[in-house]
C-alpha cells in the first residue's frame, strides 16, 4: 500500500467518525437516529449515528434527501415522517411510522416529555385544534422500527 493511499484512507475513517451526527438525548431526532441505529455516547448525553444527516426535525426532509437518501409524500411502514416547525416548536418534529390505516407514529419526546416514547394516530398532530400536514416522510432503513 502506498504511503498516500494509507492517510487518505485515515483520512476517510476519521472523517466518518469526526463528523458522524450527534443528536441531544431525549429529544425526537435522537429518539428516530437511536431506532435506524445510532447509540447513546457522549456519557449518555447524546445519540450518535443511526442517520446520515444532520440537523433540527423540520429540516430532515430536505437535509436526507441532499445526502441521496429517498423521501417522498406517501407513507410506509418503517419511514421516517417529518413535520415543520408550529406554534411553540420552531424545531418541528419526526416520527417513525409504524402503521399506515390509520396513519399512526411512533415518536420521542411528543405527548408524555423529554425522553419518552408515544404512539398516536398523525391526524391531529400536534393538537386536534390546529393539525398540520407532514412535511414528507424519509425511506431510510424501512425495517428499523
Given at each position: 500500500?502506498?504511503?498516500?493511499?494509507?492517510?487518505?484512507?485515515?483520512?476517510?475513517l476519521s472523517s466518518?467518525?469526526?463528523?458522524s451526527q450527534k443528536f441531544p438525548a431525549g429529544y425526537c431526532t435522537a429518539g428516530i437516529a437511536q431506532v435506524k441505529g445510532g447509540s447513546l455516547c457522549d456519557k449518555n448525553k447524546y445519540v450518535c449515528g443511526g442517520v446520515t444527516?444532520?440537523?433540527?426535525?423540520?429540516d430532515w426532509y430536505a437535509n436526507s434527501k441532499s445526502k441521496g437518501v429517498s423521501v417522498g409524500k406517501i407513507a410506509k411502514i418503517g419511514a421516517i415522517i417529518v413535520f415543520p416547525s408550529f406554534t411553540n416548536n420552531p424545531y418541528g418534529h419526526v416520527g417513525i411510522i409504524v402503521k399506515t390505516n390509520p396513519l399512526t407514529?411512533?415518536?420521542?419526546?411528543?405527548?408524555?416529555?423529554?425522553g419518552k416514547w408515544?404512539?398516536?394516530?398523525v391526524s391531529g398532530f400536534?393538537?386536534?385544534?390546529?393539525?398540520?400536514?407532514?412535511?414528507?416522510?424519509?425511506y431510510y432503513k424501512l425495517e428499523s422500527i
Open positions: 500500500m502506498k504511503i498516500s493511499t494509507f492517510f487518505i484512507c485515515i483520512f476517510i466518518n467518525f469526526i463528523f444527516w444532520s440537523g433540527d426535525a423540520k407514529m411512533k415518536s420521542m419526546n411528543d405527548l408524555d416529555g423529554l408515544t404512539t398516536r394516530e400536534p393538537n386536534k385544534k390546529k393539525p398540520i400536514a407532514p412535511t414528507g416522510y424519509i
